[in-house]
């Protein structure tokens, strides 16, 4: 099996500690990260620090090709990522699986390329003129999550390059692989140190995110960890983007068909597993349909086929890890014990793995844990209302405020109650529907600015105003 190695100054670096990475499905050992220690990220983050003289000031012209020819690489090399990519992280490689994640993270990586930030002109006149320029902020460190590791980081590097920064990257110590190999093909394009991985526990991404030499750290993950990142960054007042945990609110109207939601519905909550932060996870019912909704949702889940992310016929797969699966577990039990109605599911399946079937408990409420807490995974609440004015208002009853949606034959009447849900992203008829040239944040505790398009790109840039 093999044991990958770190990337730092363009060239592979051993090291003398490997921890094992297994596959979500059977349990397998699938290959073995590099255990990072602190010297390994000074070495790194010195790295990163030379080749920002040079990078920092390419063209924009240059970077933007680079940004395409990066593109053309992930293309080239799509199949083996995808496959690396169930192997470690679980989720099929057909459906809205590993095939997909690669091609998000090749179109994303393509619009970035396409995004260009001018210099504004803000006085041009006889008493003077003033021009806004952006200009990139330094090193920048960036911490991925488990869930979406390809796709993310090429949300966190391709901005943090095409605007002139270098980067060091630790993924998640659960799905380290393909973040390797995504940076090695990375590497195939651009300089030495611009892009360099380092991996190991969560130890080493505190060191990142505290280390003197990054200017800038960017984030996606729980709510908790992009806590201590902020605290980590008070020292040198290190510029923040942080995508944190979500508890996203789905309304659904009196006035929908229940059956022609339900597909819309179902893989708004239980994309990639329900693992995904934007995912639909709390679903709030109007009561005059709400046995309908119900019926309908628990009919298509019946149709979903779960099983190895190897299989092609599977459409989901196993939930990533112990923790997460006991967490869903744990959830589920306690919705039970307080009244919850079991529609699909309820139990995990007697196979190896990590696998939970798809979930649908009705009849919970506020104080539930499943209502209150994200359980990122399987498992959805439906809550029953009759006051549109009052579900509003207990929908915003949460400390996250990443996304929402609103579902209604009447859109405008949709968006009219879809503006008052606070959270940084809302869908009317869909959810979780994000794409690259629509910014993307939370408010609350969902998170600090925002990425993705032009204003996503700005976030990887300071500025500096000239007056003549």
């Known amino acids: 099996m093999k044991q990958s190695t770190l990337l730092i100054g363009g060239e592979t670096v051993a090291t003398t500690h490997h921890a094992p990475v297994a596959n979500p499905s059977n349990g397998e050992i699938v290959g073995y990260m590099p255990l990072a220690g602190e010297a390994d990220l000074d070495q790194a983050v010195a790295a990163a620090a030379a080749a920002f003289k040079s990078w920092s000031q390419t063209s924009n012209e240059e970077r933007a090709a680079a940004c395409r020819a990066i593109a053309e690489k992930i293309a080239e090399h799509a199949e083996e990522l995808a496959q690396i990519l169930t192997r470690e992280q679980g989720k099929p490689l057909n459906g809205l699986g590993s095939r997909f994640e690669i091609g998000g993270a090749l179109a994303w990586t393509r619009h970035t390329a396409e995004i260009d930030l001018p210099v504004e002109i803000l006085q041009d006149d006889n008493e003077g003129r003033v021009e806004l320029h952006r200009k990139p902020i330094g090193v920048v460190g960036s911490i991925t999550p488990w869930n979406w590791p390809v796709m993310i980081a090429c949300w966190h590097i391709m901005p943090a390059v095409r605007a002139g920064n270098t980067v060091v990257i630790k993924p998640s110590p659960l799905t380290p692989l393909s973040t390797i190999r995504l940076v090695e093909i990375i590497n195939e394009v651009l300089p030495a140190g611009v892009v360099n991985v380092i991996t190991g526990e969560n130890s080493i991404g505190a060191a990142l995110s505290a280390h003197p030499g990054i200017a800038k750290m960017t984030f996606t993950g729980s709510t908790e960890t992009g806590k201590k990142i902020m605290a980590s960054a008070v020292a040198t007042l290190k510029r923040l983007t942080l995508e944190l945990g979500g508890n996203d609110a789905g309304i659904v109207l009196p006035d929908v068909n229940p059956k022609s939601i339900a597909e819309g519905l179902f893989w708004g909550a239980f994309i990639n597993n329900g693992q995904t932060c934007a995912a639909l996870k709390r679903l709030y019912v109007h009561d005059s349909i709400y046995e309908e909704v119900c019926a309908a949702l628990a009919d298509y889940a019946g149709k979903i086929a779960i099983g190895d992310g190897l299989d092609e016929a599977s459409i989901l797969g196993p939930v990533q890890n112990e923790l997460q699966f006991n967490k869903v577990r744990d959830l589920v039990d306690d919705a039970r014990a307080h009244g919850g109605r079991i529609l699909t599911g309820g139990?995990?399946?007697?196979?190896?793995?990590?696998?939970?079937?798809?979930?649908?408990?009705?009849?919970?409420?506020?104080?539930?844990?499943?209502?209150?807490?994200?359980?990122?995974?399987?498992?959805?609440?439906?809550?029953?209302?009759?006051?549109l004015d009052e579900v509003i208002a207990r929908a915003n009853q949460n400390p996250a405020g990443l996304g929402g949606s609103v579902w209604s034959a009447d859109v405008e009447k949709a968006k009219r109650y879809a503006m008052q849900l606070e959270c940084g992203s809302v869908w009317i008829n869909k959810h979780g529907a994000i794409q690259p040239n629509a910014p993307f944040g939370g408010v609350k505790q969902s998170g600090i600015g925002v990425e993705f398009g032009a204003e996503g790109l700005k976030e990887f840039t300071t500025i500096q105003t000239v007056l003549s």
Request: charged share 25%; net charge negative.
């Open 347 to 387: 139990a995990p399946l007697d196979r190896p793995g990590y696998f939970y079937p798809i979930t649908l408990v009705a009849d919970v409420d506020h104080g539930v844990r499943l209502v209150d807490e994200e359980q990122f995974g399987p498992a959805l609440p439906i809550i029953r209302y009759s006051d």
